[in-house]
């Protein structure tokens, strides 16, 4: 993760090569447009949606023809899922880098509520996806017997809709154009989320009867970013200006390398400290002297300091801004610092999901993006301050502590592992798409803001493996090196999302840091049997996944991948990372079973004693 990583334009977050997969048309076709379906495959194709990614289904067979013979599968070009929750996680893990929405086709009510968890994913991480289902046909005279009655609802949006930012079912070819234009310019809008259009069987089957006008998608863009009003910005550049212990949360903001920059020189021209979240991207350098305490995925008693201390906060869309004060507070203590809480998040709250988090303090709301307050907010500072150099730090340098060397004998701990991760991404330009969870994040560095893409949002176990190829292709191109890190667990709940990337030629380097358990739960049980007073040393019961245990390398290289495993020490996992990083270079797939003991030394919880692998 060097610093010489290429830069990011804003018109482009990062390079997405267009590439050919492995499904060539056998007979070429000159069709020309002559059915509803033709009219909807155009209108993708002049979204500049790229790729499509679906399970086949026979709802949706009149689109399919479509993509294959009316525009040849390209642009988009589709991406053969074997199940519809993977074909929305590649979306999704497409949308985490590049903040535009891919496509996906989801055959009728069945493939929808198989995706609903990937879709209410996107919804909670704030990603856009482009979501096409099917239904029908309508007219229950055109329905074929049984089959096409199971696979026909009224209302089918409904089943997602308190987690997509909108939806439609239209009923001519017509309207389904403006309604394809309007769910991507509503999925591409901050904030950012994920549309459904369903499309009618009997209607992407119908002849078109007239001359369908196409949108001119100049006259279509979305909208930019909404951005503070003068007042608010003159009111926090003064908060700010006159601060003495100013304190900077950097929660979701651009992937863009302009931004990034904007969000350093604004940190360094109010001399505040800045605390960034594991749970998004890369936000702010972490190597940078502001950045005093690693990025975390719940507050430390270091970082508590800092926010007890503070006089002026500015939280720019933080996750969780009420949860991130009662965590360092405490859950009744009053927050004294004055309060700059910058989102345009209310815009998608409502009241079936409480991803809206508690209810926040602020002195000064400004609803905008991020990014569109930066600037004018530095330029306000710089106007009241009479100059543009940088303040002098108005906390004290902390000295980050040694991070130790991984052991090079024995199985390795979750840190040992996350030390030669670490070792191995501060000389690359690397692209992490996830890491498993208890990773130490002091091990984190980013220098970059494709560094890493950021949580899954909705905190299921399966989403790595999609994520991770979605984030792939999405830098394909890039120069950039394609690599995530997920647990056991993850690994064999979406394993054969892999199988995907394989059959379009997606390199990525994946580590399984496997400790043959479903071990996040392993605590929870361990302070079920405190409270209770009952025996800590069944805690492992019901979550271990040994007797038989499972082959996970045999798993990837069934599905086309390659790979080695058990790597049983640090030695042997650097060692398998370099084999690994020549193999996706040339463009394949690299699976690294590395072995993790939650016993050995390092590991937060102990070893049930007699447990047997």
Known sequence: MTSSAKPVTRETPVATARFDGKDPLLKPSNAQIGWASDAMAEMLRRLDVRYIALTPG????????????????????????????????????????TEKPMAVALHSNVGLMHATMAVFNAWCARNPVLILG?????????????????????????IIRNYTKWDDEPRSAGAAVESLTRAWQIASTHPYGPTYVCLDVGLQESKLEKEIKFPDTERFKPGLPPAPSSDAVDQAAKMLANAKKPVILMGRVSRRMDDWAARVELAEAIGGAVLTDAKTAPAFPTEHPLHPIESRFRPSPASAEYIKDADVILALDWIDLKGHFIQTLGKDAEVNAKIIHCTVDDYLHNGWSMDHFGLPPADLKILSSPDQLVRPLLAAINKLRGATAKAEAKWPVRNAPALGKPRPEGVMSLRDLALVVREFCDSREVTMAGYALGWPTDTINFRHPLDFAGFDGGGGVGSGPSNAIGTALAIKGSGRFPMT????????????????AAHMGIPLLVVIANNQVYYNDVAHQERMAVVRGRPVENKFVGQEMVNPAIDLVAIAKAQGLDGEGPVMNAVDFAAALKRGEAVVKAGGIYVIDARVDVGAPGSARGHTQGRKD
């Open 58 to 97: 026979a709802s949706y067979r009149g689109l399919h023809d479509s993509l294959v013979n009316y525009l040849g599968n390209r642009d988009p070009q589709m991406m053969v899922c074997l199940h519809e929750e993977h074909a929305v996680g590649i979306a999704q893990g497409y949308g985490k880098i």
């Open 134 to 158: 099917a239904t029908g046909p309508g007219d229950a005279e055109e329905r074929r017997p049984w089959i096409d009655w199971i696979h026909t609802s009224k209302d089918q949006g409904a």
């Open 485 to 500: 890190v997920i647990g056991d667990g993850d690994f064999t709940m979406g394993c054969n999302a892999f199988w995907t």
